[in-house]
């Protein structure tokens, strides 16, 4: 179990950051100041957002079978930059001492409870996982350039009190189905509804999500169950999370419920050199976008968090041929099967346009994109004639004196355009 986990742990790392911290990585950037969206699991009195989240997913498995609960999480650490002053020390936004810059500014470190037993021991009955992580305090000076000391930065972990329950039930019919349940619950005593959510926040589970292993067993797809499974998986509550089978296609053995929506068996791209916390977004964008910071932004962002440090420097050191890698790749490149010749070519203006036809570019109205004004009366070659499921055909071009069309037509890379946005050339 320890392969298929540790391979399932890159998904769930690439959820666990997501939104961590947000391009331009910088704390005064104001999509920065509204941090921890995914996954939080509040202290139960604080209201407007949910402390427990629920995980049902379905399992083919005999008793004996052995289940690996992961119940994973950031827990936020206050970090509060104070200036000495003759009557004690002050909290600052920020301070600057011999040229380095301190920063008031919450980090995140990562937290894992875990729980390891066979189906038995919760089948027609349950499993609760106390989740104990103590408080912490950690003061660390700021001298001067003397040696003087001239303030402090005060690190600070919040106590956090969880609770993960585990039951699961064998439902009736000839398949061996058997539903697992997994509620994961912040039990933290809070009493200030009013407090800003900073401060919540620092008692909460943030990006909460589970990994779970069976061995001995295996898991069914809620997203494409079988035939016989239909009427299980459409059954099964799940509340602030969502369960996808994780692995190489084909596996069954681990499960990711997590707070954002997945397919079955997502992957991280193997061109991505590293985290950038905006998992949905472009690699190639962010990094070319973080490569533009101007000096003083970059000198704020290192100040920020570690992980932003970590994320300029890989990005200023990133060798071109690494970064030419995160343009683009193809993963399945399928030829479709053609049901009729005329599926090859259209007719335009009473001239029958196919593969190799010369074409002048009439882009329509009723493109979205911008930049297709500047390519309206160039010529262009067809490179194929594709007709969609809505029957629907579009040509593939690329353009004649453009010195890169050889490269694009090597990697499959066109430009679009339907019959009536041509002229015969």
Same mark, same amino acid.
């Given at each position: ?17 997501? $939104? ?12 920065? %100041? ?42 936020? %650490? ?5 200036? #000495?002053?003759? /009557? ?31 189906? @038995? ?25 003397? !040696?003087?000391?001239? !303030? ?39 009493? *200030?509804? =009013? ?6 926040? #620092? ?13 001995? !067993? ?14 299980? @998986? ?34 991280? &791209? ?7 916390? =905006?998992?949905?977004?472009? /690699? ?20 920020? =968090?570690? *992980? ?6 890989? &990005? ?14 193809? *993963? ?7 049901? @009729?010749?005329?599926? =090859?070519?259209?007719?335009?203006? $009473? ?8 074409? *002048? ?6 493109? &979205? ?11 262009? %070659? ?5 007709? /969609? ?37």
């Amino acid at each position: 179990m320890t392969a298929p986990m540790e391979a399932a742990r890159r998904v769930a790392d690439a959820v666990l950051y997501e $939104g961590y911290l947000l391009y331009p990585y910088r704390a005064s950037a104001a999509k920065n %100041r509204m941090r921890w969206q995914f996954g939080v699991l509040v202290p139960p009195n604080y209201p407007g957002e949910p402390s427990a989240s629920v995980t049902e997913c379905l399992l083919e498995a005999p008793d004996e079978a052995r289940l690996d609960v992961r119940l994973r999480f950031l827990h936020v %650490r206050g970090k509060t930059v104070e200036r #000495r002053e003759d /009557d004690g020390y002050w909290p600052v936004p920020r301070l600057t001492v011999g040229g380095h810059d301190y920063l008031s500014f919450d980090e995140a470190g990562e937290r894992e409870a875990r729980a390891t037993l066979s189906l @038995a021991q919760v089948v027609g009955g349950q499993r609760t996982i106390e989740v104990r992580v103590p408080g912490e305090r950690v003061i660390e000076p700021i001298a001067g350039p003397g !040696g003087e000391r001239t !303030g402090r930065v005060v690190c600070e972990h919040q106590p956090l009190d969880a609770e993960m329950r585990i039951s699961a039930e064998r439902l009736p019919g000839p398949y061996g189905l058997v539903r697992l349940r997994v509620e994961v619950e912040n039990t933290a005593q809070w009493e *200030r509804a =009013d407090a800003p959510r900073e401060e919540a926040l #620092r008692r909460s589970l943030v990006a909460a999500h589970l990994l779970i292993g069976v061995s001995g !067993g295996a898991f069914v797809s809620l997203l494409d169950p079988p035939l016989w499974a239909e009427a299980a @998986a459409r059954q099964c509550h799940n509340e602030n999370t969502w369960p996808v089978l994780v692995g190489e296609p084909g596996r069954r053995d681990v499960v990711l419920s997590s707070p954002i929506i997945l397919y079955d068996h997502p992957a991280i &791209a193997p061109e991505s050199p590293g985290d950038l916390f =905006d998992s949905t977004e472009i /690699d190639e964008l962010l990094t070319l976008r973080t490569q533009t910071l101007t000096e003083e932004e970059k000198r704020e962002a290192r100040v920020t =968090d570690p *992980r932003a440090a970590e994320i300029l420097e890989r &990005a200023a050191d990133l060798p071109p041929e690494l970064l030419e890698r995160l343009h683009g790749a193809i *993963r399945h490149l399928e030829v479709p099967a053609r049901t @009729a010749p005329e599926d =090859d070519a259209v007719t335009v203006s $009473g001239v029958r346009i196919g593969k190799g036809s010369r074409v *002048r570019l009439r882009p329509g109205a009723r493109r &979205a994109d911008a930049h297709d004004m500047f390519l309206t009366g160039r010529i262009a %070659r067809v490179e194929a004639v594709f007709l /969609d499921v809505d029957g629907v055909h579009h040509l593939a071009v690329t353009l004649e004196d453009d010195a890169g069309s050889d490269l694009q037509r090597e990697q499959g890379r066109f430009l679009y355009f339907a019959p009536d946005e041509v002229e015969p050339a």
